[in-house]
């Protein structure tokens, strides 16, 4: 069965550090794979997605992921973080269709001064 | 501007009070779907929809009912709510119905139910 998990609820680290993310999956074939953040009082927005070829994406606001396949794990990365980076991230494994797609349970990230 | 809107944003209601929260897309968008969220248990999906007339059930689909008439909205409606149905609930909407499309998300309708 196709299941997400982030094993982080919740990260703070300083303004400027390096930031990683999990995300751990289970799925029986090539996954579509997603990470979309959810500001304070916001919807969810995409920041990236993998489908195939290069196995590190590029997003929006300078975020990165990398497919490990070996791992099952779609890790996302940030070098440095800034203070507008505050919000909940969610990872996001998709099938065949849009109604198949299973969210995590979310990684609420912190910053520090 | 190209978007998912809902409404209301905020309701506050009491157990067995008929209650439709709206979603509208501008964006001719096949599909559209209802997702509540929970602490620690991420979202979840309620109902959804691949086209003009055609629904179908999600993962927590009791205690909810949708329908789409029109391509652009898919209202959810809760004929009778109970505390459990106490939420964030999230319309969202994609292009096509493939698994790659991306999901574009209204702000979110908090409700609470006492």
């Known amino acids: 069965a196709q299941s997400v998990t982030q094993p982080d609820i919740h990260i703070t680290v300083s303004e400027g550090a390096s930031l990683e993310l999990r995300c751990n999956y289970s799925?029986?074939?090539?996954?579509?794979l997603f990470w979309y953040v959810q500001s304070p009082g916001q919807g969810l927005q995409l920041l990236l997605k993998y489908f195939s070829g290069d196995t590190l994406v590029q997003g929006i606001k300078g975020f990165e992921a990398e497919f490990k396949r070996s791992q099952s794990s779609f890790n996302l990365r940030k070098p440095s973080v800034h203070w507008s980076d505050a919000a909940e991230y969610f990872c996001a494994v998709g099938g065949s269709s849009a109604s198949k797609i299973i969210f995590g349970s979310g990684t609420r990230l912190s910053i520090r001064p | 501007e190209a978007q998912v809107t809902q409404n209301p944003r905020y309701l506050i209601t009491v157990t067995g009070k008929k209650l439709t929260v709206t979603c509208s897309q501008n964006m001719n968008h096949e599909y559209m779907s209802w997702y509540r969220q929970d602490p620690g248990l991420g979202l979840r999906q309620i109902y959804y929809?691949?086209?003009?007339?055609?629904?179908d059930k999600g993962d927590v689909p009791e205690g909810y009912k949708v329908s789409r008439k029109e391509k652009r909205n898919f209202p959810l409606i809760l004929e009778s709510p109970s505390p459990n149905q106490t939420s964030l609930y999230f319309c969202a909407s994609s292009k096509g119905t493939s698994g790659q499309e991306t999901q574009y998300f209204g702000p979110g309708t908090r409700l609470l139910v006492l």
């Open positions: 799925y029986g074939a090539t996954p579509y």
């Open positions: 929809s691949m086209n003009v007339e055609v629904t």
